[in-house]
Structure formats: structure tokens, C-alpha cells
T-cell receptor, first 112, second 114 residues
Framework: DAKTTQPPSMDCAEGRAANLPCNHSTISGNEYVYWYRQIHSQGPQYIIHGLKNNETNEMASLIITEDRKSSTLILPHATLRDTAVYYCIVRVRRSGNTPLVFGKGTRLSVIA | DSGVTQTPKHLITATGQRVTLRCSPR?????VYWYQQSLDQGLQFLIH???????AKGNILERFSAQQFPDLHSELNLSSLELGDSALYFC?????????????FGAGTRLSVL
């Protein structure tokens, strides 16, 4: 699975959009981008995933660049409850189930 | 609520002891994963079971073992505990056989070894 690079921390004002970048310059054509978050010592929570098209769900939007070397997770209206560590994970599209490899992630602080 | 249940929530024990952590996966999920999160190591994969069979091992110590039972719940056994085993232990489950592998995590067991 390709390696990812994320900034260690970011701040965002409450009510504003939080844009969390992830670099995955060695991603290959059969690898998906997944985002999870962990709110203070709780279990990690799945947010969204994508291959090459932009994706949106009730939690967030995922924008993947055309060359797929980077992506941005967007929380459109951040709230204090979105303060968490966000993990960008790249995984090969495969059958069967394999473990997740977590990096250090980005610690997002939403400020009132 | 992820649907994954872990018990107990907290566990305090002494060095040299043995403990068992329990995980009930989401209904219908055949895969169970165990992860350890300590302050200095981040989230580390320990072991994966699929429908009762061990499928993959990560950074799991020989003092640790796990099993998945016919009803699909899983137990992680930690023995000869050391201070460094103090950590959060998470269990996750996922649906079988899908190429998009979304894992759902429990709330974790916080183990304190004194």
C-alpha cells in the first residue's frame, strides 16, 4: 500500500470548512484512498473513501486530484465535535479483508 | 454506535498477570481485527481472524494470543503483563469478502498495568 503524508496538526474556526490534505504521490491505479478519524481515545471511525472521482457523503467530501497523487478531505461546516485525529490511508483494491495501517494522521482542532 | 462491542471498558491489573479482552463484532461480520494503541506507538495492528481462522499477524507479542469462536466473538489474551502493555486495545470488524474494506471499531478497552 502506498505511503501517505499528512500535516501533523491544523486549526479550523467553528462553522468554517476544514480542508485536510493528504499526499500519496506513489499511489497506484488500483489503490483507494480511505479516511478515518479518531475522537479523543475513542475507536477510529470510518469517514469516506474514493478511487478517482470526488465523493460526498453525510459526513464529508473527498476531493482527489486528477493525477491521484493527493487528496483533500473537506468537512464543510466544522463543529467542536469534529476535533479529532484524521487518518488518510491508501489501500489496494483487493478481495478479502486486510488490516489497516495507520500513520500519525492530522490532529484537527476546531476552535470556537 | 458502531455495533462492535468491547468489554471491559477499563482494566487495571498488576505486572505478571493475565487478562482477557472480549469483542463482539457487528452482526454478520466475519472478520475481526485487534489493534493496540499506546502513546508512543500509535495504532498498531495485532491480529486478524476471519470466520474462526487466523488470517494475519502484525506486531503481536508471543505473550499475546487471540481466538475467534463459532459465534464470531473474539477474545484477546494478554499474559505475563508488563508495564509497557498499558494501552488502548481496539477491536474492529468488517464484512466478509468485499474489495472495499470498511472496518468498524469498538470503543476499546483501556488496560493499565501497575
Amino acid at each position: 500500500d502506498a505511503k501517505t503524508t499528512q500535516p501533523p496538526s491544523m486549526d479550523c474556526a467553528e462553522g468554517r470548512a476544514a480542508n485536510l490534505p493528504c499526499n500519496h504521490s506513489t499511489i497506484s491505479g488500483n489503490e483507494y484512498v480511505y479516511w478515518y478519524r479518531q475522537i479523543h481515545s475513542q475507536g477510529p471511525q470510518y469517514i469516506i473513501h474514493g478511487l478517482k472521482n470526488n465523493e460526498t457523503n453525510e459526513m464529508a467530501s473527498l476531493i482527489i486530484t486528477e493525477d491521484r497523487k493527493s487528496s483533500t478531505l473537506i468537512l464543510p461546516h466544522a463543529t467542536l465535535r469534529d476535533t479529532a485525529v484524521y487518518y488518510c490511508i491508501v489501500r489496494v483494491r483487493r478481495s478479502g479483508n486486510t488490516p489497516l495501517v495507520f500513520g500519525k494522521g492530522t490532529r484537527l482542532s476546531v476552535i470556537a | 454506535d458502531s455495533g462492535v462491542t468491547q468489554t471491559p471498558k477499563h482494566l487495571i491489573t498488576a505486572t505478571g498477570q493475565r487478562v482477557t479482552l472480549r469483542c463482539s463484532p457487528r452482526s454478520g461480520d466475519l472478520s475481526v481485527y485487534w489493534y493496540q494503541q499506546s502513546l508512543d506507538q500509535g495504532l498498531q495492528f495485532l491480529i486478524h481472524y476471519y470466520n474462526g481462522e487466523e488470517r494475519a499477524k502484525g506486531n503481536i507479542l508471543e505473550r499475546f494470543s487471540a481466538q475467534q469462536f463459532p459465534d464470531l466473538h473474539s477474545e484477546l489474551n494478554l499474559s505475563s503483563l508488563e508495564l509497557g502493555d498499558s494501552a488502548l486495545y481496539f477491536c474492529a470488524s468488517s464484512v466478509a469478502g468485499e474489495v472495499i474494506n470498511i472496518q468498524y471499531f469498538g470503543a476499546g478497552t483501556r488496560l493499565s498495568v501497575l
